[in-house]
């Protein structure tokens, strides 16, 4: 007989297994998504809190590669003591090293990597102004904030080029500039200078400052002439005979170690052909604070006598605090001396790491609206916390008492262009046994504070008594 149908049709086949299978690896697919994105969210850390990522933006190559790696070392360094007394709001720190290269194009690059591959909610650099001023557009559009430890150029205390996004652990040349030409003017008595200046906001702010420092002394003080020269050019015989025409008592270098060198070996080849005319005294920029850059000056295939040369820097603070930084420096990095702004980078993480645990999360917004607050710029009171001091730093911040950070690198207090106000400088030299050395040192307390009201108006000026006190400060620097 013919089997009846039924009157509701055909019945359903259950699912061939293929078919199944797939359904199947289909939704553990979606699960493992979900748990990934909910573990990179930090929805299972143990605090619900994603971690904090910080970056570092600076010269591991480049005109500045003599600084770079000692800085990201500094970085480095308190990232592991943040992390090894609890982190941030209960996680581990993480932090991805960047080359900027000492090239703006190069910086930006990869200040575009940090942000969109390893979502940084915050950077410490660029290394040097042009790589800070290329980044900081990008930067803040995507909210993350910029912390540099060397950055000098006054263009960054403009809020209308960083729209606020940009603060630094380094004073601006607006104080170099004006403890140069105070120095040179007053100090060794000169009234003829000439500067000569790498073509980089660097360069160029630094040298104009410089110049309108000198001549706001009054009493014939001039700077004849400025030259500006490229970066990296294999011949400065042409910017040499510019510089020297003007018949200057003493030259303010302004420049970077590979562009330095090509410079002063040319100088060193030619000078004796100009019957004394280019037998003049040498000043450098901080740029070119460097044992490595000294002893290729140094060296007999250059052979300059670098006795006689003499440099302005922003030095550290004479304080136990930057000491005790220097040993535990040395200690973890196999007696290594640091670097220049190597404690300027260390301060930048801490006053990050602690504008986080403040707000009470990592995104680049919150930290940019605590990092005052914490650096003790918004007033004068609050706990003070002092670098290796993170346990206490979480204990004050759950108590709900406000910090204040004093740094290695000496007391930041940050003002509203989000630069600290005052510095320590220092004019160095080169001693018999041809090492770095100190020929004068002033603290913090001998330059006059930057008010926000004389932004961008020429440093304040000291007059002679502020060089009194300069030489009575004879302060040997630390090795």
């Known amino acids: 007989m013919e089997e009846p149908s039924s009157s509701s049709g055909e019945a359903p086949k259950p699912a061939s297994r293929g078919k199944a299978l797939w359904i199947v690896i289909a939704v553990l697919v979606v699960i493992v998504v979900v748990v990934l994105a909910a573990a990179v969210g930090g929805l299972f850390s143990p605090s619900g809190k994603a971690p904090l990522r910080i970056g570092t933006l600076l010269s591991l190559t480049g005109g500045l590669a003599l600084?770079?790696?000692?800085?990201?070392?500094?970085?480095?360094?308190?990232?592991?003591?943040?992390?090894?007394?609890?982190?941030?709001?209960?996680?581990?720190?993480?932090i991805y090293n960047e080359d900027d290269q000492t090239d703006s194009t190069a910086a930006l690059a990869a200040a575009t990597k940090l942000i969109t591959q390893n979502h940084v909610d915050a950077i410490v650099g660029a290394q040097f102004s042009?790589?800070?001023?290329?980044?900081?557009?990008?930067?803040?559009?995507?909210?993350?904030?910029?912390?540099?430890?060397?950055?000098?150029?006054?263009?960054?205390?403009?809020?209308?080029?960083?729209?606020?996004?940009?603060?630094?652990?380094?004073?601006?040349?607006?104080?170099?500039?004006?403890?140069?030409?105070?120095?040179?003017?007053?100090?060794?008595?000169?009234?003829?200078a000439a500067a000569m200046v790498i073509n980089n906001p660097y360069g160029i702010g630094l040298g104009a400052i410089f110049k309108q420092k000198f001549e706001a002394l009054g009493g014939g003080h001039v700077v004849n002439t400025t030259v500006v020269i490229p970066e990296k050019q294999a011949d400065y015989s042409a910017a040499l005979t510019q510089l020297f025409a003007a018949n200057p008592q003493v030259v303010y270098f302004v420049a970077y170690p590979d562009t330095g060198l090509t410079v002063m070996k040319q100088w060193e080849q030619q000078r004796g052909s100009h019957a004394g005319a280019w037998d003049k005294q040498w000043v450098f920029s901080e740029g070119l604070q460097d044992q490595v850059f000294v002893d290729?000056?140094?060296?007999?295939?250059?052979?300059?006598?670098?006795?006689?040369?003499?440099?302005?820097?922003?030095?550290?603070?004479?304080?136990?605090?930057?000491?005790?930084?220097?040993?535990?420096?040395?200690?973890?990095?196999?007696?290594?001396?640091?670097?220049?702004?190597?404690?300027?980078?260390?301060?930048?993480?801490?006053?990050?790491?602690?504008?986080?645990?403040?707000?009470?999360?990592?995104?680049?917004?919150?930290?940019?609206?605590?990092l005052r607050a914490v650096s003790g710029g918004l007033s004068t009171g609050g706990t003070v916390i002092n670098?290796?001091?993170?346990?206490?730093?979480?204990?004050?911040?759950?108590?709900?008492?406000?910090?204040?950070?004093?740094?290695?690198?000496?007391?930041?207090?940050?003002?509203?262009?989000?630069?600290?106000?005052?510095?320590?400088?220092?004019?160095?030299?080169?001693?018999?046994?041809?090492?770095?050395?100190?020929?004068?040192?002033?603290?913090?307390?001998?330059?006059?504070?930057?008010?926000?009201?004389?932004?961008?108006?020429?440093?304040?000026?000291?007059?002679?008594?502020?060089?009194?006190q300069l030489r009575a400060l004879a302060v040997p620097r630390r090795g």
């Open 296 to 370: 290729q000056l140094h060296d007999p295939a250059v052979g300059v006598d670098v006795t006689k040369l003499w440099g302005t820097a922003p030095a550290a603070p004479v304080s136990s605090l930057y000491n005790d930084f220097v040993s535990r420096y040395k200690a973890r990095y196999t007696n290594q001396t640091p670097q220049l702004y190597a404690s300027h980078t260390y301060d930048a993480v801490y006053l990050i790491a602690l504008a986080a645990q403040k707000a009470g999360a990592v995104d680049g917004a919150s930290i940019k609206a605590q």
């Open 387 to 468: 670098g290796g001091q993170w346990s206490k730093a979480l204990t004050t911040l759950a108590a709900g008492t406000a910090v204040n950070w004093e740094g290695a690198s000496g007391s930041e207090n940050l003002n509203a262009t989000n630069d600290p106000a005052v510095g320590s400088y220092e004019i160095w030299g080169v001693n018999s046994t041809f090492k770095i050395d100190r020929l004068a040192f002033f603290g913090e307390s001998l330059i006059q504070p930057v008010s926000t009201s004389n932004i961008g108006a020429p440093a304040p000026y000291v007059p002679n008594a502020f060089m009194v």
């Open 130 to 192: 042009g790589g800070s001023l290329s980044s900081i557009k990008f930067a803040g559009d995507n909210g993350v904030v910029m912390v540099s430890p060397s950055a000098t150029s006054v263009k960054l205390s403009d809020l209308t080029v960083t729209n606020g996004w940009f603060f630094r652990t380094i004073s601006s040349d607006r104080l170099q500039g004006s403890v140069a030409a105070s120095y040179l003017g007053t100090n060794q008595s000169f009234k003829y």
């Open 67 to 94: 600084f770079g790696p000692g800085d990201t070392k500094g970085a480095n360094l308190a990232v592991e003591e943040i992390n090894a007394a609890g982190g941030v709001l209960g996680q581990k720190v993480e």
